[in-house]
């Protein structure tokens, strides 16, 4: 029973561990992303106005 448990909570360490890393790198890119699409609405509304 307790080496279930170790196990499980290794197991969910690996998966909080895998969350985390997905996360930050989708965070790092929707970041990106959010820069990109400000800038390129920036440029538009310059030329426009």
């Known amino acids: ?3 279930h448990i170790r196990f499980f909570h290794k197991k969910h360490h690996l998966i909080l ?3 985390n890393q997905s996360s930050k790198s ?3 890119l929707f970041y990106s992303k959010n820069i990109l699409y400000s ?3 920036f440029i538009i509304s310059y030329f426009y106005l």
């Open 1 to 3: 029973m307790i080496l």
């Open 26 to 28: 989708f965070c790092k």
């Open 17 to 19: 561990y895998f969350f």
């Open 39 to 41: 800038n390129i609405y």
